[in-house]
């Protein structure tokens, strides 16, 4: 285009001088004129259009190349949380109580404890013995022991229906005080206890005769029995060989 606006002028002023030089000639001979002035000058005779100047083209600015994103994106920031203007005041931590110590675990199994074997029962003669020596603890008159063969004269008791036995009479016939203390066999029970019975009814008729005193020990006398053990009793100590005898036998 700039160069358009050049050639215009100059076409121009090539019609002009050749306008002038055709007057001014007369007869002489005629110049031959160019083709291509000519031309020029049909060219120039039509209004060319003129362009507005909004067709001036601009300079395109160059586009400028990006940056390539890094393969490795920028960290964010972090936000950082706003600090309070009053820090908490800590709360008090509760101290932890001692553990108990744990008891020690023994090496090994404690060994089972052996079964304790049951009592054995005290014999029949250490249960009399216990029961007499209870009672001569009480003043008593001199005593004397019966043995097999005057227990059976006297009391009318066979001693094989007896486990143990402890009989004791007065050694003077002024006293009416007489112990006798038994285990009986199983079943033989009822059979000593009326040869007792017996020889009580045979004392009261024998000191009915004199010495009431001594009649009165006979008619309170104590007959008890435990289990197959049994006691009769005649004298002022009475009642405590009946305590006697409840003490161990029962």
């Known amino acids: 285009m700039r160069h358009t606006f050049r050639m215009l002028p100059l076409a121009l002023a090539g019609?002009?001088?050749?306008?002038?030089?055709?007057?001014?000639?007369?007869?002489?001979?005629?110049?031959?004129?160019?083709?291509?002035p000519s031309a020029l000058v049909s060219e120039s005779l039509s209004?060319?259009?003129?362009?507005?100047?909004?067709?001036?083209?601009?300079?395109?600015?160059?586009?400028?190349?990006?940056?390539?994103?890094s393969q490795e994106p920028s960290a964010a920031p972090s936000e950082q949380p706003e600090t309070p203007s009053n820090?908490?005041?800590?709360?008090?931590t509760a101290k932890p109580t001692a553990k108990p110590s744990a008891a020690?675990?023994?090496?090994?199994?404690?060994?089972?404890?052996?079964?304790?074997?049951?009592?054995?029962?005290?014999?029949?003669?250490?249960?009399?013995?216990?029961v007499w020596n209870d009672i001569a603890?009480?003043?008593?008159?001199?005593?004397?022991?019966?043995n097999d063969a005057t227990l059976q004269a006297v009391y009318g008791i066979n001693a094989a229906d007896l486990e143990a036995y402890i009989c004791k009479m007065p050694a003077m016939d002024t006293q009416?005080?007489?112990?006798?203390?038994?285990?009986?066999?199983?079943?033989?029970?009822?059979?000593?206890?009326?040869?007792?019975?017996?020889?009580?009814?045979?004392?009261?008729?024998?000191?009915?005769?004199?010495?009431p005193e001594q009649l009165e020990l006979v008619e309170n006398y104590q007959l008890v029995t435990n289990g197959n053990y049994i006691l009769f009793a005649i004298g002022e100590c009475a009642e405590d060989a009946v305590d006697a005898f409840n003490t161990y036998t029962k």
């Open 176 to 211: 009416a005080t007489e112990f006798f203390l038994a285990k009986v066999k199983d079943g033989k029970l009822d059979t000593v206890k009326a040869a007792v019975e017996q020889r009580q009814a045979d004392l009261v008729q024998q000191w009915s005769q004199y010495l």
């Open 87 to 92: 820090p908490p005041s800590a709360a008090p």
């Open 15 to 36: 019609a002009l001088s050749l306008g002038l030089l055709s007057g001014c000639g007369g007869g002489g001979e005629p110049t031959a004129t160019p083709e291509e």
């Open 47 to 69: 209004p060319a259009p003129t362009e507005s100047p909004a067709l001036s083209e601009s300079a395109a600015p160059e586009a400028s190349e990006s940056p390539a994103p």
């Open 104 to 130: 020690p675990k023994p090496s090994s199994a404690p060994t089972p404890a052996p079964t304790p074997e049951p009592t054995q029962a005290p014999s029949a003669s250490s249960v009399l013995e216990s």
């Open 137 to 146: 603890q009480n003043e008593l008159p001199m005593l004397t022991d019966l």
